[in-house]
């Protein structure tokens, strides 16, 4: 297994299944999605251990945006309190935290905690969490598309479609069950390793993390060429 990021490894995580978590347990879908949002710190500080040196959240998608008004503004609470009780905590571990993804269609009281919470923790190197808020990969794509012209080659487009500094994918994780990205990181999944958990998400923790590495670990990742083995031959 090789990587091509710099920084350590970047992992992104499709959190499926807080709505079926609910269910099973007669709660509502919004009670999942809090169960949801505690699942996430353990997950952050065991991916800070393991290598990972980016970590992308897919919390909710620019389709979401269907889902009914209840379960939208529940979605929107939680990353409102989520913003304002975890950033003293990342601060203290040196986790940076951006979010990706339109701003202009958030309430404004969380647009500005979104720039509070990034500027407090930009100094972070221990690990860049992002969260992917009101996130579109197509839309990702087609704005860069918008930038480019006939001279842009692809590491120039790939910058404009993600950032300076957002690496390829690594390893895409789906719990949940469903097997689909979900219009997540489409041009940063290039040669990402894919894997997917039936878990729920409000169930994954440290050990699940750590066997989804064990099993991107044992990959062999070509990029399009061959093993060094066949390399040789
Ligand atoms: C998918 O589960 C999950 C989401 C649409 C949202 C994920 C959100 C969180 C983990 C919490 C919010 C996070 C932050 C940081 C504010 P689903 O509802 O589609 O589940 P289902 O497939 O079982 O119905």
Redesign the pocket.
Known sequence: MQSKNMNGLHLGI??????????RRGLS?SR???A??R??RPVVEAAAASGIGTLT?????SD?WR?PAA?VAA?MG??????GREVDAFREAGVRLSLIGRRDRLPAGIVRRIAAAEAATADGAALHLR?A?DYSAREAILAAARLADFATDRDAFARLVAGDEAPDLDLLLRT?G?KRLSDFLLWESAYAELVFTDR???DFGEGDLAGALAEFHGRNRRFGGLSPSAQAA
Request: no cysteine.
């Open positions: 499709i959190m499926d299944g807080n709505g079926r978590w609910a269910e879908r999942g999605h809090e949801g949002v699942a996430i959240l897919y919390a909710f998608s979401n889902r379960e979605l939680l990353l409102r309190s989520y913003l969260i808020f949940g469903e729920l998400w409000p």
